[in-house]
C-alpha cells in the first residue's frame, strides 16, 4: 500500500474530482468503499482577531475502518467532528457522510450518525434508562425494540443494576460508557466519538476500547479524536495528524512510524561510571549507525536496526572502559512521529 | 509594625474572591445594564403605571325614555359633567351623549363607556337621578360616583341619586385575584419552557440531541407543550384559588369552560413567547434580567393593578400590544361580569394572533446548531 496516498492536507484550491457538479456531489461514484469525503473544509470563529479552527482540511474515512483524529488540546479535532455532524457550518469546504452533503441534507445525515461528544450531554436528572428512552424517542427506534434494545446496551456496559439510578450518582466512567452506548442506540453507519475516554482511570479505558472494537465488528465505521498514543495506536486501523487546524499526516500507525528516517533508537545508560568522549567518533563510524547523542549519563544512539548494531556498540563501550547499565532498544512512538512533524509534543498525551 | 500571618491570609483570600466576581461582573455588559436599568424601569413604569391620575372616564348621559324634547335640566346636568375636573387636572369625564336607555346600557354593556347617568324626563326635585356604573374596574366607580354626586350638588339639585352598580359589589381582591392569574402563568413559564432550554443549551445537553434527527419544529413544540401544561396548572390553581378564598363567584359551567379554554389559550401564547425568547439566550442570568423586565413592563400595562385610564398615554400605548392585557381583560369579562364570547371575541383573537406569531417566532429563531 502506498503510505503517502492521501497524506498532508491537500493544498488550498486542490480540485476535487466529487463537486463537478453541485447536488449529486456526494453520490458515491466508483470510490464507494470512502464513506466520509471531506474536502478543503476551513473554520474560522470571531473576526477580532479571527481563529482558524481548522484550515483547509481535506482526507476520506473508509467504511468500516476505525479512523483515528491525533492531536494536541486546540488542534481543530472537535470542531471538525462538529462540522461533520452538523453542529457547525463550514466557513468553506464540502463534506459528505456518506452520501449526503453536510449543510445542505443534514436532517438526512443525522439519522445514519451517532454521536458520542467531548463534553457530557447526559441529562444527570434522569435515569440511565430514562436517558437512553429520550435518545431512543429522538431517534425514531421502533417503539416495540427499544426497551429490549435499552436493557441490552445497558447490559453491554454492566449497568443494568444501575438502570432506574439517576445519572447524577453515577461515577465519570459509568457515565461516559452510558454516553457511548447511547450514540449506538439506532445502529447508526457512522459513530463518532470526541475524546471517548478522556478523564477516564485505566480500568474504564480497556472497557471503552473494548467496546469500541466491538462495535466496529458490526460494520460500524467509527472515528474517534484521542491525544492518547496508546489508544489511537491500539484501535485505529488509519490515524490524522492534526496540529493548529492543519492535517499533518495520514495512514495506518505501522506506515506513520516509517516516516521517521532515525529508524530505532538505542539507549544506553551508564549511570555515574565512567565516561569518555572518544567513543563518540568510534561508535559514529559504525555501519548502520545514524546519529548518536549524549545525555546525561545516557547515550542515545539512532540505527537502522538497533538490534544488529548494539554487539558492537557494547564493544566500542567496553574499549573506551565505559560500563552499560542499562539498555533499550526501541521504536519510534506515534509520539516521536507527531514531533518529528511538527516540532511539538501532544500536551497530556501518554506513550506506553 | 508587625502582620498577623492569618489576618493578612484572610484579606488576601477575600480580595482575590472579591476581584474575580468583579471581574466578572465587569465581563458582561449585558447584566450590568439590566442590573441598573431595572430599578430606573421600576421606577418609571410602577411609577406612572399605579400613581396615574383618572380623568377622561367614559361616561355616557340619557334623557329617561320616553324622550319628548331635552329639559333645561339635563342640559345643565350634561354641560356640568362634561366640565366637571379636580383642582387643575383635566376633565374626569369624557361625556356621550345617548338618545334612549337601550342604547346607552349596550354602550355600557360592551365597556365602551363606564358608567351612565338617567336623567328624570320631568324635572321636580323628587324625581330621581339614576346612575349606573360597571363596578368590575378598580377605582372608577368610586370615582364615577363622587363625580356626578358633586356635579349635581353645585347645580344645587335636590333630586336624588339611585345608584346601580350592574355587576355587584366587587372588591379589589377579586379585582386582582384575576390579575395574579395571568401573573402566575408568566411567572411559571418564566421559570419553566424557558429556562428548560436554556439550562439544555448551558448544561451541553443540547449538544447530544441536536446531533439527533429530531426537528426542529419538534423540539419547540415539545418545549411549548411541556411549559403550557406547567403554566396552565399554575394559572389553575390561582383561578380555583380565587373562587374558593376571594369570593370570586362563577356564574355558569358554560363560565366555566370558558374559563379554561381562555387560560389555555394564554399558557401557549406566554410559553411560546418566552421560549422564542429563550432560544436566543445563552447564558440562564442574561435571559433572567430580560424576561424580568419584560414580565415587568407587560404586567405592569396589562390592567391587572390599575385601570388602564390611569396611565399616562405613552404607557397606556403599550397596553395595545400587551398580550397580557387583553387575557386579563378577557378573565374579568368572563369572571367579574358574567360576558360571553360575544363580549371577549376581540381578546380571544387578539391572543391568538399573538400565540400564533409567538410559535412562528420561536420555530424560526431556533438554532439548529450551536455556534
Known sequence: MDSRDEGPATEPGAESPLRADGN???????????????????????????????????????????????????AGKSTLIRILTTLMMPTSGTACVDRFDVGRDDERVRTIIGVCPQNSTLDVELTAYENLEFYGNLLNVDRDQLPARIWELLKMVNLSDRAHMPVKTFSGGMRRKLEIVRAFLHYPLILFLDEPTIGLDPESRREVWQQVSRLNTMNTTIILTTHYMDEAEKLCHRIAFMNQGRLVALDTPANLKRIIPTGELVEIGYGNGHYDPGVIPRIQAREGVLGIEVHEQLLRISAKNGSQALPGILDDLEQFGITARSITIRAPSLE??????TGTGLAGGRTE | MTRDPDTHG????????????????????????????????????FGNAMGGTITGIPLGVVQEDPFVGETPFYLAGTEILSTYHQEDKPSLFQVTAFDDEGSAREALDTRRISAYVVFPSDITPNREVR??????????????????????????????????????????????????????????????????????????IIEGYLVTPVKRSSIILGTIGSGTVRAFLAGFIIFLTDILIAGVVMRSIWSFVLVVCVLLLICVGITSLVVALSSRFSSQQEYASSVAFLNLLLFMTSGAFYPVLGMPYWLAWLTVVNPEYYAIDALRSIILRGQGLDIIAIDIAAIGIFTVCAIILGIMTYRRTIE
Open chain 2, 131 to 204: 346612575l349606573y356604573v360597571d363596578s368590575s374596574e378598580y377605582m372608577i366607580p368610586t370615582l364615577v360616583q363622587s363625580g356626578v354626586q358633586a356635579s349635581l350638588a353645585s347645580m344645587g339639585s335636590k333630586n336624588p341619586l339611585q345608584i346601580y352598580n350592574i355587576y355587584g359589589t366587587i372588591n379589589y381582591i377579586q379585582f386582582f385575584g384575576v390579575g395574579v392569574i395571568v401573573m402566575a402563568i408568566f411567572m411559571t413559564t418564566m421559570m419553566g419552557g424557558g429556562i428548560a432550554l436554556i439550562r439544555d443549551r448551558e448544561m451541553g
Open chain 2, 10 to 45: 484572610m484579606f488576601r483570600g477575600a480580595l482575590a474572591i472579591f476581584t474575580r466576581d468583579f471581574r466578572k461582573f465587569l465581563s458582561n455588559p449585558f447584566v450590568i445594564i439590566m442590573t441598573l436599568f431595572m430599578p430606573i424601569m421600576y421606577l418609571i413604569v
Open chain 1, 24 to 74: 449529486e456531489s456526494c453520490v458515491p461514484g466508483e470510490d464507494s468503499r470512502d464513506i466520509i469525503r471531506i474536502n478543503g473544509i476551513t473554520k474560522v470563529f470571531g473576526n477580532a482577531p479571527p481563529l482558524t479552527a481548522v484550515d483547509q482540511v481535506s482526507f476520506s474515512v473508509r467504511r468500516g475502518e476505525i479512523f483515528g483524529l491525533l492531536g494536541p488540546n486546540g
Open chain 1, 336 to 341: 516521536d512521529v507527531f514531533i518529528y512533524l
